[in-house]
C-alpha cells in the first residue's frame, strides 16, 4: 500500500505499508484525496514534534471500505470526510460538547500501520497520506455522493479551522469588522466564514499581492499587501495601512501565519472590546510580545483548537452550505498530485504556490 512516512530527516513515498482491520468502533477508509496543510509540513521540519517514523497527512476524504463492531453511522461504499478529533465522548468536555478539549484526543497516536514489520505512528490520528487509513467512527462523516472527494477532504482541516474560528470561537456577528492576516488555506477560509456571518468590512492582509483576486473571492472587501507596507515603513506600516480602512480598529481579528510579530500585529490593530484568534501554528517555545495595557479596554487574545468545532454537526453544514453554493470548497484545490509526486507538491505548498495542493489516490 502506497503512502507518505517520515522516518528521518525527509518525508517519502513508499509502497509497502501494511495497515491493520478494524476493530470495535473503527472504520477503515480507502483515501481518494488529501490536502496538504503546513501543519504536515511542520511535522517534517521539526516545527511541531512528533514521533517516528509516521505516516503522514490529516486532512482526507474517501470512501469506506469496512467497519468495525458497534459501528452504525456509516457502511462500505460511503463517501466520508475524515476529522483530526478523536475524541471519547464520554468524558466532560465531550458532555459540554467540546470535542476539541477531550484529552483523549489530544497527544495520543496510535500505530495502526506497519512496514516491514515494524509499527508506525498515525499522524493527528488520521493519517491520510496513505491509500488507506484507520480512523475512528466520530472522525468519519458522511457526505452526499455529488461532493468532489478532492473538494471534500479540504473540510477536515482548512475549513474546519478556518470557518469555525469565525463562527463557533469569535462568534462573529452581521456588521461586525474583520482583519485576517495570512491568506493561505486557512486564512481564506475565515475570510468566507466572515462573509458568512454578515460581517462588514472584511480586510485581508498578506505579503503576497497576487493572492488579493483569491481573497475578494473569498470574501475580502479590501486587501493590504503587507509586503508594499513593510518596504516603505516596517511593520507599522501595515497596522497603519490597516487602520486607514478601519481607524478605530477591527471587532476581530485573525492570524493565520504563525508568526510571533503578526501576533503583535492582530492585538494592535484590535478596536475597544475587539478580541484576536491566534491560528497560525508558531515553534513551540516561541514567545510573543505585545503592550499588556493595549487591552485593558475589554480587549481578548483567543486561542482557539481546530475551528472549536464539532466535527459531525460542522461538517455536515459546511457540505450543506456547499451544495447552496455559500461555502467555496472547488476554489480551494489550486492543483491535484498523484501521491507519488509529494516533493513537487510540498515544495509548492511550502513557497506559497498554492492555496491548498491536494494528493490523489
Not at 476539541?100 to 498515525?122: D, H, K, V
Not at 476581530?252 to 492582530?266: D, K, P, W
Not at 494592535?268 to 495595557?293: H, I, K, S, W, Y
Amino acid at each position: 500500500m502506497r503512502g507518505v512516512i517520515l522516518e528521518g530527516a525527509r518525508a517519502e513515498v513508499v509502497d509497502d505499508l501494511e495497515l491493520r482491520a478494524p476493530g470495535p468502533g473503527e472504520v477503515l477508509v480507502g483515501i481518494r484525496a488529501a490536502g496538504l496543510c503546513h501543519s504536515d509540513l511542520s511535522v517534517i521540519d521539526g516545527t511541531i514534534p512528533f514521533p517516528r517514523p509516521v505516516v503522514l497527512g490529516h486532512e482526507g476524504a474517501g470512501v469506506v471500505e469496512a467497519v468495525g463492531e458497534s459501528v452504525v453511522h456509516v457502511a462500505p461504499g460511503d463517501h466520508v470526510a475524515l476529522s483530526t478529533i478523536a475524541n471519547c465522548g464520554a468524558c466532560p468536555q465531550c458532555a459540554r460538547g467540546r470535542p476539541t478539549m477531550c484529552r483523549r484526543a489530544i497527544g495520543r497516536p496510535e500505530q495502526p500501520f506497519s512496514r516491514g514489520g515494524e509499527p508506525l505512528y498515525n499522524f493527528a490520528a488520521n493519517s491520510a497520506f496513505a491509500e488507506r487509513t484507520l480512523v475512528k467512527a466520530v472522525q468519519a462523516t458522511p457526505i452526499p455522493r455529488d461532493i468532489p472527494l478532492t473538494s471534500a477532504a479540504l473540510i477536515g482541516c482548512a475549513v474546519l479551522t478556518g470557518v469555525g474560528a469565525v463562527l463557533n470561537r469569535a462568534k462573529v456577528g452581521q456588521g461586525e469588522s474583520v482583519v485576517v492576516i495570512g491568506v493561505g488555506g486557512v486564512g481564506l477560509n475565515v475570510l468566507q466564514g466572515a462573509r458568512i456571518a454578515g460581517a462588514a468590512p472584511i480586510v485581508a492582509v498578506d505579503a503576497n499581492p497576487e493572492k488579493a483576486a483569491a481573497a475578494r473571492q473569498f470574501g475580502a472587501t479590501h486587501f493590504v499587501d503587507a509586503s508594499q507596507q513593510t518596504r516603505g515603513g516596517g511593520e507599522g506600516g501595515t497596522v497603519a495601512a490597516v487602520k486607514e480602512i478601519l481607524p478605530d480598529g477591527a471587532a476581530h481579528t485573525f492570524e493565520c501565519v504563525g508568526s510571533t510579530a503578526l501576533v503583535r500585529q492582530a492585538v494592535d490593530l484590535l478596536d475597544r472590546r475587539g478580541q484576536a484568534v491566534l491560528l497560525g501554528m508558531p515553534p513551540a517555545d516561541a514567545e510573543a510580545v505585545f503592550l499588556p495595557a493595549a487591552l485593558f479596554l475589554d480587549k481578548s487574545i483567543l486561542g482557539c483548537r481546530y475551528g472549536s468545532s464539532r466535527p459531525p454537526r460542522d461538517i455536515a453544514l459546511y457540505a450543506n452550505l456547499y451544495r447552496q453554493g455559500r461555502l467555496l470548497l472547488d476554489e480551494l484545490v489550486t492543483r491535484t498530485y498523484p501521491v507519488e509526486e509529494f516533493a513537487a507538491a510540498a515544495d509548492d505548498a511550502h513557497h506559497g504556490r498554492v492555496a491548498r495542493a491536494v494528493l490523489t489516490f
